[in-house]
C-alpha cells in the first residue's frame, strides 16, 4: 500500500480481512531484499485500482516509495486497472503513459463508466468486480503474440447525414471491433482504433480516432494504414451516402414525396488492399446467404490475408447480440468453422490467427 492508499483504507484493515501481510515500506532490514522478492515470487503485479500518479510514475521510470519501485523491476508482469475521474482519464498525458506502458508489456484493464466517487458520471470507475476479474483472467491467460505490433482496427457503423437530424446507419454497436481492440491490446500490440459512434463501452490502453461518416472513417484509416503491421477492418460502413446532405432541418410539408437520392461510399477495405505491402489484412462480411463461398470471393477481390464471415441470425449472430456464428478464412481458401461463441473469445481467436500470419 502506498501513503495515498492508506489515506483510505488502513493497513490493519486490510491485512485482518485478507489474513495476508501488508507492505508499505521500501526500506525493511532482513534477508530479502523486498522490491525485488516481491516481484520475483508472484506471477502478477496488479494495480487496482491505479491512480493517475502512479500511472505517470511507471511510466517515467520513477521509483520513490516501495509500489513504484517494485513496479520497475518487471514490467511485462503488471497489470493495472486505472480508476479516476473522467478528464483524468482522458487527459492526453495520462492516455499517452498508458500506451507508452501497453508498448512495454505492461496490461491494462479498462475502467468502467458511471458514477464518480467525485460525484460527476462519466468514465473512469473502478469496474464491476466480475467485470475486473474476467478481464484478469482474460489478460492472464492471453499469448503475446502481437507484441508490439501496430494494429488499426475501425469498428462501429458509420453513419451518413440527410440533415442534422437524420441519418441512414445501421445496427453495429461497435462490440466486435472494440473486442478485437482489447484482444490485441492484451496481445501485446500497439492498437489505433478508428470508430464510427459506439454504443458500448471504447477500449482503455488504445489510441481511438472517433468518426462518423464513411469519408471520414476513408481519411482516418488510409492515414493510419502506412505504418501499421496488421488492420482489422470491422466496421459496417454504409454502402451508399445522400447525394448531397440539407444544411437545415428538412419540412415534412416542404417535400411531401421526397425521395432521398444516393451515390455510392467509397470501399475503404478495397483501398487498403490495393496500397497494402506487407501488412496482414483482415476484413469482415456479414452474410445471410452463402457465408463461406462470399466470404473467399471478398477475400480475393479485396487483395485481403483474412476473412471473417459471420452469419446474421437475430439473437446469435450479427448486429447488436454478444455472440456470433464465424468462419475464418484465409488465402488458400482454408477456413475454421468456429461455433457459435463470445464475440470477446471470436476476438482472441481472430488476433492469434492474424499473430501467426506474421512471420516468426
Ligand atoms: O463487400 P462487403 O461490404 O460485404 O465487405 C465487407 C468488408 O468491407 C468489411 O470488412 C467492411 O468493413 C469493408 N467495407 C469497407 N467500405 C465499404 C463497405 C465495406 O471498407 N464502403
Not at 468502467?112 to 484478469?136: I, K, S, V
Not at 458509420?158 to 437524420?166: A, F, G, Q, T, Y
Request: with cysteine.
Amino acid at each position: 500500500m502506498t501513503e495515498h492508499a492508506q489515506q483510505f483504507v488502513g493497513k490493519c484493515t486490510f491485512e485482518t480481512l485478507t489474513r495476508r501481510p501488508v507492505y508499505t515500506d521500501l526500506f525493511v532490514p532482513g534477508e530479502k531484499i523486498l522490491h525485488i522478492s516481491l516481484v520475483r515470487e508472484c506471477d502478477w503485479v496488479v494495480i487496482a485500482p491505479a491512480t493517475a500518479n502512479i500511472i505517470g510514475k511507471m511510466a517515467a521510470g520513477i521509483g520513490d516509495d516501495l509500489l513504484s519501485t517494485l513496479l520497475l523491476v518487471d514490467l511485462p508482469k503488471v497489470i493495472v486497472t486505472p480508476a479516476m475521474n473522467t478528464g483524468m482519464w482522458e487527459n492526453p498525458i495520462v492516455q499517452e503513459n498508458l500506451c507508452k506502458l501497453g508498448e512495454l508489456g505492461v496490461g491494462l484493464i479498462a475502467p468502467g463508466t458511471g458514477l464518480l466517487a467525485c460525484g460527476e458520471r462519466g468514465t473512469g470507475r473502478f469496474p464491476e468486480t466480475e467485470e475486473f476479474l474476467e478481464a484478469l483472467f482474460y489478460l492472464r491467460y492471453s499469448p503475446r503474440n502481437l507484441a508490439g505490433k501496430r494494429i488499426l482496427i475501425s469498428a462501429g457503423p458509420s453513419r451518413e447525414w440527410i440533415d442534422p437530424v437524420r441519418f441512414l446507419s445501421n445496427p453495429a454497436t461497435g462490440l466486435m471491433g472494440c473486442a478485437l481492440a482489447s484482444a490485441a491490446r492484451a496481445r501485446g500490440a500497439v492498437v489505433t482504433l478508428v470508430a464510427g459512434p459506439l454504443a458500448v463501452r471504447g477500449p482503455g490502453g488504445v489510441t481511438v480516432i472517433p468518426v462518423e461518416t464513411a469519408l471520414e472513417m476513408e481519411e482516418a484509416m488510409q492515414k493510419e494504414f502506412e505504418p501499421c503491421d496488421g488492420c482489422i477492418m470491422n466496421a459496417a460502413v454504409s454502402d451508399f451516402r445522400p447525394t448531397s446532405s440539407f444544411a437545415t432541418k428538412l419540412k415534412k410539408e416542404q417535400y411531401p414525396d421526397f425521395n432521398l437520392s444516393l451515390v455510392p461510399n467509397p470501399d475503404i477495405l478495397f483501398g487498403l488492399g490495393q496500397r497494402k505491402r506487407n501488412q496482414v489484412l483482415v476484413g469482415f462480411c456479414a452474410e445471410t446467404d452463402n457465408p463461406l463461398t462470399e466470404a473467399k470471393r471478398k477475400l480475393a477481390k479485396k487483395n485481403l490475408d483474412l476473412m471473417v464471415a459471420n452469419t446474421v441470425v437475430k439473437g446469435e449472430s450479427g448486429f447488436a447480440v454478444s455472440t456470433n456464428k464465424a468462419w475464418i478464412v484465409n488465402r488458400k481458401g482454408e477456413s475454421i468453422d468456429c461455433p457459435i461463441m463470445d464475440k470477446v473469445e471470436l476476438a482472441g481467436l481472430i488476433c492469434d490467427t492474424v499473430a501467426s500470419l506474421f512471420p516468426q
